[in-house]
C-alpha cells in the first residue's frame, strides 16, 4: 500500500534514526556522572551541612592557597622559567617582566647597602 503514496519516499516510513525509544528502555547517564562538581555553593543558607563541615571547609580552602604548584613556583622566582620548563621561548612579556625584576632587585640591594 504505501508503494502507492504520493505524500513522501519510503525512507520517511523506516525507524533508521528516528526511533523513540520507550521510559523502560531510554539510555541513562550513570548515577555519579549525574552531578556537577562544586554544584553547592559554600555559603548557602539553606544547605544542610553542620557547621563543622563548613569550617573544615574553609580550612582546607586555607591551606589549598598556601601550597602553590610547582609551576607556578617557579612563576614567582623567574617569570620566563614556565615557558622555559616546557621547552618553549619565553614570551616578550615573559622576559619584560624577567628585566623588570633583575632591575627591581638591583635596586633594593643597592637601596639596602646605601
Do not use: C, F, W
Not at 32 to 45: A, C, F, Q, T, W
Not at 46 to 67: C, F, G, P, T, Y
Amino acid at each position: 500500500m504505501s508503494g502507492y503514496s504520493k505524500v513522501g519516499t519510503s525512507g520517511v516510513y523506516e525507524a533508521g534514526d528516528q526511533r523513540n525509544y520507550k521510559d523502560s528502555e531510554e539510555p541513562r547517564p550513570e548515577r555519579y556522572e549525574e552531578g556537577v562538581e562544586n554544584s553547592h555553593l559554600p555559603n548557602d543558607s539553606k544547605d544542610q551541612r553542620s557547621i563543622a563541615n563548613r569550617l573544615a571547609n574553609e580550612e582546607r580552602k586555607l591551606h589549598q592557597k598556601e601550597q602553590d604548584d610547582p609551576e607556578t613556583a617557579a612563576l614567582k622566582k623567574d617569570p620566563t622559567l614556565p615557558a622555559k620548563l616546557h621547552g618553549n621561548e619565553p614570551s616578550k612579556g615573559a622576559k619584560v617582566d624577567a628585566s623588570l625584576q633583575a632591575e627591581e632587585e638591583e635596586y633594593l640591594r643597592r637601596k639596602g647597602k646605601a
